[in-house]
Structure formats: C-alpha cells, structure tokens
Nanobody, 115 residues
C-alpha cells in the first residue's frame, strides 16, 4: 500500500535551517509529483512546494527564495530544504501524492521556529 513518511522536523531558532524528508513506497515514485503542505495551529492546511517528475518545481510566495524542494528517484524520497526560517513557518509539514483518484498524506512532522 501507499506510504509516505516524513522526517527531519524539530525546534530551530529564527534564521536557522532544517531539511525535511519524505520517504515514499507503494507507487511508481518517479512518475508522480510530490507536494509539501503545512498546517499551523488554528489554520487550514496550505500548499508549500511541489516537485514534478522532471524536476519541475513551484513554491508558495511565502517561501520563495528560502525553501528548496527536490527529489531522489533512486531513493524514492523527496526533500524540503528550509533556510532562513521564521516563526511564521512553525507548522506541521506534510508530504502529499495525488494518484489521479485520491490524495495520500504522510503523518506529518512538526517544525517549530522559536528563540
């Protein structure tokens, strides 16, 4: 079955960096886009970034220039490199895969940006 497992979250000071990973299994990883979303307390889940099958990328305006999304098809893993982190980046981060029929989500990883 499809599995998406995020890791790499944690507590970081403003201006710091984290790299999130999304390990995928159960579907042909190299054929599908992988997206990252985040959900802050009291807010709806929001799009952060996407990496396509041919390394196409797109970002939310709020993270452009600070976050970089990538993938390694040999490891069935997607990454989200987050630099210059701000307190407003605090959220649970989820990776997502849409099969054409339904969305699949990981369990999420908490990112907290605080001094």
């Amino acid at each position: 079955q499809v599995q998406l497992v995020e890791s790499g979250g944690g507590l970081v000071q403003p201006g710091g960096s984290l790299r999130l990973s999304c390990a995928a299994s159960g579907f042909p990883f190299n054929r599908y886009s992988i997206s990252w979303y985040r959900q802050a307390p009291g807010k709806e889940r929001a799009f952060v970034a996407v990496v396509g099958g041919y390394d196409y990328t797109s970002y939310a305006e709020s993270v452009k220039g600070r976050f970089t999304v990538s993938r390694d098809n040999t490891k069935n893993t997607a990454y989200l490199q987050m630099n210059s982190l701000k307190p407003e980046d605090t959220a649970v981060y989820y990776c997502n895969y849409f099969s054409g029929v339904r969305d699949y989500w990981g369990q999420g990883t908490q990112v907290t940006v605080s001094s």
